[in-house]
């Protein structure tokens, strides 16, 4: 392709040309300084009048003394009165009491034993099994049975159990929650 003396070599101006280029440059010519440069400074040091008025926002002045002065409420009550922090307090105590287990409290479960007393539910079968297992968790049996309408412990639907194995042999299983009645309910609705 041929090597490098046999290629025109490129020259470049060793001064910069007096007059505009025929790219159209954008520096200024020498000759012309005044007519394309501000007559005013772009910044300052400090703050002068034009400077001021530019900063000015008349509709923002404008809406500020539609609206007027702020009104302060100087007799408002305070966000949390002395009552409501002692309320707090012995709810606290109340709530460390029943969690210690020293106390029972009628009516009240921590939600593991409520989970507890809702899966032993499912197994029994007549209303004297009911109340011995109301009497065991301090609870009444119109409360429990009030309750159990609405809430229930999850049960697997042995019918939709399906196992997969994975490309490095893990086994996955997925299965479908039910509803599932006591036994003594299914008996009471025949």
């Known amino acids: 392709m041929g090597s490098a003396p046999s290629k025109a070599a490129r020259k470049l101006p060793r001064e910069k040309p007096c007059g505009p280029t025929v790219t159209g440059s954008r520096i200024p010519a020498a000759a012309e300084p005044a007519r394309l440069r501000p007559e005013r400074p772009l910044a300052f040091e400090n703050k002068n009048e034009a400077i001021e008025r530019d900063a000015k926002d008349p509709h923002f002045m404008e809406k500020l003394n539609r609206l007027g002065p702020v009104r302060v409420d100087h007799h408002m009550q305070t966000v949390r009165a002395a009552?409501?922090?002692?309320?707090?307090?012995?709810?606290?105590?109340?709530?460390?009491?029943?969690?210690?287990?020293?106390?029972?409290?009628?009516?009240?479960?921590?939600?593991?034993?409520?989970?507890?007393?809702?899966?032993?539910?499912?197994?029994?079968?007549?209303?004297?099994?009911?109340?011995?297992?109301?009497?065991?968790?301090?609870?009444?049996?119109?409360?429990?049975?009030q309750i159990s309408r609405v809430v229930n412990t999850p049960s697997i639907d042995e019918s939709t159990v399906v196992r997969t194995m994975g490309k490095h042999g893990e086994e996955s299983v997925t299965m479908m929650a039910r509803w599932i009645d006591p036994v003594l309910s299914r008996t009471l609705k025949n």
């Open 83 to 145: 009552s409501d922090i002692q309320n707090m307090y012995r709810s606290r105590i109340r709530s460390e009491a029943e969690a210690s287990g020293l106390q029972t409290t009628k009516d009240r479960l921590l939600a593991s034993s409520l989970t507890e007393l809702l899966e032993a539910r499912k197994s029994i079968t007549g209303s004297a099994e009911l109340e011995a297992l109301a009497k065991q968790y301090h609870i009444d049996v119109a409360k429990l049975e």
